[in-house]
């Protein structure tokens, strides 16, 4: 069990959907709030100010690798960085999320978002990746925000439950969303390019907010861009994670746009996503976050039960169905990775 | 078209898939912050004191009538009425939604929860339908919270994006939370029974959040209950409605909680969940709210794909997928109401 590198890495092997000794696990924002470790060295302010620290930002990814040993580290960052980057006006508050103090309206804040170009706006997201992959004993995961959950952020302004400003423009004025949606696409294409130029070892694309449209919308207002986003980086060979919630009519569609691992949310159960994703594609998931808060009892009944409507398929990472909740006792997750570290189907049925 | 009454009900018929004439609709929250002759009377505060005052509720309950000529009438009310009304403390704070200062903790929180009489704690609302059953020229739709999503605002607190303590009392302390759902679908029936005695031709119970859970969480924790509510209501030989979002998995399970008519929200394409829910029972949506602020070209083209999708089955409400948004301008409601009432297969194919 010991000794993987990333070129024997159990999670790229998944990704892959080739054998391997383990199923591999990592928590989307395992890096975060959850850990004491991060309390302590992570300060006040913006997350936008610790990622422009590449010391600060690599011990903050490695924090989690450290403490759960976990198969694959993901870069501390955040998907509005671009966008930050180029000075839209964006910033992350604490316990709010991204937020536009002049959010995107007509066809003159296109202005405000001009060519991205990562090593002149973010040099320090590079920098980060250089020293974690110089010191990751696992895969180091790059990653971008799609195109229509960033531009679900301009739009709004920020968090939104309803997403009525987004969808009001993607439907009534659809040229606009799509100059939009294509900037924003080329933003994410020159940032997962840049970030495994410098070393990541896959990347994932986090469509969070797309399970928010009806699957008409989506199919033709949004996959054509996630869908260029991902054929721009297939020169690289590196596996790429397509993730977002309340996805459940969408599971085809999020593979179609290129992905070669399909993220779940927890409303599905993994059986009923396979079936609908196809064998050809791994999955990623999917065990409700809010599960980690009911106890070791219940963490392990329901992440057993995610193992086994697997059923074995090597194409399987294991994950939350969402981030990490800020509440989680880290403790819970390193005993969830143990488990699924020595789960396999033989154990199951003893 | 006229001379509709709830005896030869487009609406009523339509819940029993019996034939009749036009597609009858009517929006979830119609009455409310998006008519300027609501906010003219309402004045602030609480919904709670609203919903005491049986002529001003009478009058809000009738307002979208007037002006939509929508072809059923819902209650002026609030899930949260028969807790706050028995003294669980609970408050509808404008602009939040229910807040519980002292949440549902442990087993000592059911002393709390006493027995609901409608006659005793809401003779007003029960005076209110009496008001409208007089005066209405389309049916009165009586509701009530299903037990899973009033549990979730008592043991949140409030409203929740992730309903983290509702699923670790669930999975953590299933028997608690079996009798804390117990009680509240005590209270549903009382609710919905009193309603319907004073005059409701139909009832809808909104499990607005179910769709949060795992499908087998539901089935295990939350349909029982669901079930019984509905089972109680049985001899009342009025049309049931069952709703919530983002409820793609939870369909069929809806559907055998008891109802005729299963609500339907914009993310699952209305005839793929006719597959899921069987041509026995008829369905309600599915527009989504956010397209009624997108111009009414694009309002057109969405309801007018919602109404495809029905392909002519008697079995169909038209609906939102979700409440009126506060911002929808009320002539696109009452256009739309004209375009659904016009709408046959027949001119659709001109």
Redesign the interface.
Known sequence: MLGHTPENSPFLAACRRRPHDRVPVWFMRQAGRSLPEYRAIRGTGSILQAVRDPALATEITLQPVRRYGVDAAILYSDIVVPVAAVGFGVDVRPGVGPVAEQPFRDADDLDRLPPFDPDVHVPYVQETVRLLTAELPVPLIGFAGAPFTVASYLVEGGPS?????T??L???DPELFAALLGRLADYAIASLRAQVAAGASAVQLFDSWA???????YTRHVLPHSQRVFAALDDLGVPKIHFGV?T??LLPLLRDAGADVVGVD????LD?ARTRVGDGHALQGNL????C???WD?VAA?AT?VLRRNGGHPGHVFNLGHGV?P?TDPDVLARLVDLVHTWSDTTDER
Chains 1, 2 share one sequence.
């Open positions: 439950r309803t997403y009525t400003r969808k009001a993607m439907l009534g399970g928010a449209l009806h699957p008409a919308h309340t459940g009519e927890w409303r599905v159960p009923a409700d976050p809010a599960v808060l009911a106890g219940a329901e039960d909740l509440e």
